[in-house]
């Protein structure tokens, strides 16, 4: 492997929007994300569907669900 090309591998902290803090391994230093597994509506159980335009209704309708 070449010497002095790779970037610096070392811990750094990864903090959620929500509150949650993650110390991983990563070449960058200090993420902020917005969503996490904390948080995040399909890890959660908390999943909604978002209707745009009655999307659903006419599906339900048309498929007679």
């Known amino acids: 492997m ?5 970037p610096r591998y070392e ?3 990864i903090t ?3 509150g ?5 391994a990563s070449t960058k230093k200090n993420l902020k994300v917005e969503i996490c597994s904390h948080c995040h509506p399909f890890f959660t159980g908390q999943h909604r569907i978002v209707d745009t335009g009655g ?3 006419r599906f339900k309708k048309k ?3």
Request: neutral net charge.
């Open 16 to 18: 959620c929007a929500c």
């Open 11 to 13: 811990m750094t902290t």
């Open 2 to 6: 070449k010497e002095n090309i790779h």
């Open 20 to 24: 949650a803090v993650y110390h991983v």
């Open 63 to 65: 498929y007679g669900l």
């Open 55 to 57: 999307r659903v209704d």
